[in-house]
């Protein structure tokens, strides 16, 4: 076959793998980095009280008896200290201590940490999940609660979507909790928490913290224990839910009188995110479908015309012997030749486009490189079904050309050239 037609095909299978490839993985790329940013949120909207209080129960009843909520999860929240051992911080806390020493106190590190507690029919459930005992977590004399090791945050320096470990704890180890004053900076000891599970799984709606922050959960039982008057005064609600009309869900909340609530909606922001996500697939599948269909008539019109330009060579092997199915033998070695060549070219590039995209991503999201198995393996078959297909077509209509004829109408090509 003519070197040039042979580079052209070869070329037009190489970009095709390379589009494909690419285009699929920046598209799980998008997705991905979709997920992280909306990692835990699992939730429509979140209401909480203007003022940072609590909301009134009554209230509560009267917001998840909305026609249109499907699941709620209410959350109370408050803040307490607690000097962790530099044995059990974490590497990028021990990263901050090893360049500032005064961090330590008596080698303890402060943790900030975010109370939350469930009301016993959510604490039953999640407890069940996170394979902890609901009967250890309600026992007001020996307080227990479930630990969050597992944080994603936002380092606001890199802009970077991260997940790290909060706490190097163990379960059974207790962790004592500090009361701290605001106003006098005074801090007092407080209650002692034993850790009853260590997860990495959220109840619904709770918040994310970053580095050097401690989520614990525990039942309204523990947290009449741990807390004072002063703790009271700042606990604060946090209404979650699921609506299967979330916009109309929100105005319903925001009609209620007399309240100071404030309703976020995440379902719109989400849904937001989804479109641009989906507006973005169509445009890029439509135009890697595009220049897909304008190779593979590249491709199957460069193998046509190279097979046709080759009839004398067919009849001459034919004249000394091959059969039709050495014939086809001899053009299914061509096809498989020309797939092979062609990935040995495409895949490798693909991976370092794949890279690189990654490593864009990553100025962003923090997660491990995969390469995307199911769209290779369905790129290499189709490359072989393509390559195929196209020898099949082309063979087929020289297979049945006579010899004698074929090597007549090369010999008369060729004297009318001379």
């Known amino acids: 076959m003519n070197k040039r037609r042979y580079h052209a095909i070869v070329f037009s299978l190489v970009i095709s793998i390379v589009l494909?490839?690419?285009?699929?993985?920046?598209?799980?790329?998008?997705?991905?980095s979709l997920e992280l940013s909306q990692e835990g949120v699992i939730y429509?909207?979140?209401?909480?009280?203007?003022?940072?209080?609590?909301?009134?129960?009554?209230?509560?009843?009267?917001?998840?008896?909305?026609?249109?909520?499907?699941?709620?999860?209410?959350?109370?929240?408050?803040?307490?200290?607690?000097?962790?051992?530099?044995?059990?911080?974490?590497?990028?806390?021990?990263?901050?201590?090893?360049?500032?020493?005064?961090l330590l106190q008596d080698g303890k590190?402060?943790?900030?940490?975010?109370?939350?507690?469930?009301?016993?029919?959510?604490?039953?459930?999640?407890?069940?999940?996170?394979?902890?005992?609901y009967e250890q977590l309600t026992d007001p004399d020996h307080p227990a609660a479930i630990i969050m090791d597992t944080i994603h945050y936002k380092d606001m320096g890199t802009g970077k979507y991260?997940?790290?470990?909060?706490?190097?704890?163990?379960?059974?180890?207790?962790?004592?909790?500090?009361?701290?004053?605001?106003?006098?900076?005074?801090?007092?000891?407080?209650?002692?928490?034993?850790v009853a599970a260590l997860t990495d799984q959220a109840p619904m709606g709770m918040n994310p913290t970053g580095v050097g922050g401690l989520n614990i959960i525990v039942s309204e039982r523990i947290m009449n224990r741990l807390t004072d008057d002063e703790d009271m005064a700042d606990i604060q609600t946090f209404l979650h839910l699921k609506s299967r009309e979330p916009m109309k869900t929100q105005q319903e909340i925001e009609k209620i009188q007399g309240t100071n609530l404030h309703a976020y909606n995440l379902y719109q922001s989400r849904k937001s995110e989804e479109q641009q996500i989906l507006l973005m697939s169509v445009f890029t599948y439509g135009f890697i479908v595009l220049i897909f269909a304008i190779s593979i008539a590249n491709i199957v019109n460069s193998i046509s015309t190279g097979v046709s330009l080759r009839k004398r060579e067919f009849a001459m092997l034919k004249s000394v012997g091959m059969t039709p199915k050495g014939f086809a033998k001899m053009m299914n070695y061509e096809s498989i030749f020309y797939g092979v060549k062609s990935l040995l070219f495409g895949l490798p590039i693909s991976f370092v486009v794949m890279y690189l995209i990654y490593r864009a991503f990553t100025n962003k999201f923090s997660y491990g490189f995969s390469l995307p198995w199911m769209s290779i393996l369905s790129v290499i078959a189709a490359v072989f079904v393509i390559v195929g297909s196209a020898m099949l077509y082309s063979g087929a209509k020289v297979k049945g050309d006579n010899i004698i004829d074929a090597l007549k109408q090369e010999s008369i090509s060729r004297g009318i050239q001379k």
């Open 109 to 133: 590190y402060p943790y900030s940490v975010k109370i939350h507690t469930l009301n016993d029919s959510s604490l039953q459930v999640y407890a069940k999940a996170v394979g902890a005992e």
């Open 20 to 32: 494909f490839l690419t285009v699929s993985f920046f598209t799980a790329s998008l997705k991905q």
């Open 44 to 102: 429509d909207i979140e209401v909480s009280d203007g003022n940072g209080k609590r909301i009134d129960d009554r209230l509560i009843q009267s917001i998840v008896s909305l026609e249109g909520v499907t699941e709620y999860n209410v959350i109370l929240e408050w803040y307490k200290k607690a000097w962790v051992d530099e044995a059990f911080i974490t590497d990028e806390l021990q990263e901050r201590v090893k360049a500032d020493k005064s």
């Open 162 to 194: 991260i997940q790290t470990k909060a706490i190097n704890a163990n379960v059974g180890q207790r962790i004592a909790l500090t009361n701290f004053d605001q106003e006098t900076g005074e801090e007092t000891k407080g209650n002692q928490v034993t």
